[in-house]
């Protein structure tokens, strides 16, 4: 990870990244080591990866990381977010990064390549309403080679349990207070210092015109993705990670 042009080190910006969102996931690692598990499993350690509503390119990273020969395209709509992605993977032949918005029609002709091994994403996809997540799982099928596999890691809450689901959230946001209180970046926090950052103010400015603060959408339980998953065409789809409120749902082709 290197320095902007402009004197900006985006690995350091990386690193803060990965440190407000633990505060809010502190098994984030987890799930990301069981999707590279899962991806090495199924379609070996030379992967041609997707990487969905990349953020900064976390995954990438991670992807690169473990499997050096992997080539991944990072795509996402988020313009300050994409500005990160884009300095730290300057001159990486091996990475492409992509500005679409996964709500478009078309959004997919934008792609380097018509086909996948694996699709990845991860903490991105509940900000999509029901309906238009499940377009979006009609789309990936295609992009996904025959024995390839989807892997969605996000927040997956059970309806069926909510008390449950109250003493877990009760519990995890307790713990938060006692870490902000401790100094630890939320995302508010992160954002405000992000905008500070002179290459990146611009893209800050136009991500909240495009986005505002916050996105609202949907979340359903991993029962839902891995139905919706089968109904696109996915040969078979499970839970292979969960959380108390996330879940990891794999799809194969």
């Known amino acids: 990870m290197g320095t902007g042009g402009g004197g900006t080190d985006f690995g350091a910006w990386q690193e803060s990244w990965d440190r407000q969102q633990e505060w809010y996931m502190p098994d984030r690692e987890e799930r990301f080591r069981i999707m590279l598990d899962m991806t090495e499993a199924l379609v070996g350690t030379a992967p041609r990866v997707l990487d969905l509503a990349c953020g900064t390119g976390s995954i990438t990273d991670r992807v690169l990381r473990r499997f050096p020969e992997a080539r991944s395209t990072a795509v996402d709509r988020d313009p300050a ?30 792609l380097p390549h018509a086909t996948y091994d694996v699709v990845l994403t ?20 295609p992009l996904v080679r025959e024995g390839g ?8 809450p059970d309806p069926e349990t909510p008390r449950v689901n109250a003493a877990e959230r009760a519990l995890r946001h307790a713990v938060m207070d006692q870490a902000r209180e401790a100094g630890a970046q939320d995302w508010d926090a992160w954002w405000a210092a ?4 002179p290459e990146l103010a611009g893209p800050v400015a136009a991500r909240m015109k ?16 891995a139905a919706t998953l089968r109904e696109a065409g996915f040969a078979e789809a499970r839970t292979v990670w969960a959380s108390p409120s996330d879940a990891l749902v794999l799809g194969l082709r």
């Open 194 to 197: 992000l905008a500070e950052e």
């Open 149 to 156: 596999a989807f892997m969605n890691a996000d927040h997956m």
């Open 81 to 110: 977010l994409l500005a990160l992605a884009r300095g730290t993977f300057a001159g990486d032949a091996r990475v492409d990064v992509v500005d679409a918005d996964l709500t478009a029609p078309d959004w997919y002709e934008a």
């Open 122 to 141: 991860a903490t991105a996809l509940h900000w999509m309403p029901t309906e238009a997540l499940r377009t979006l799982y009609g789309q990936l099928a």
């Open 210 to 225: 495009l986005f505002g603060a916050h996105s609202e959408g949907d979340t359903q339980p991993p029962s839902w993705h």
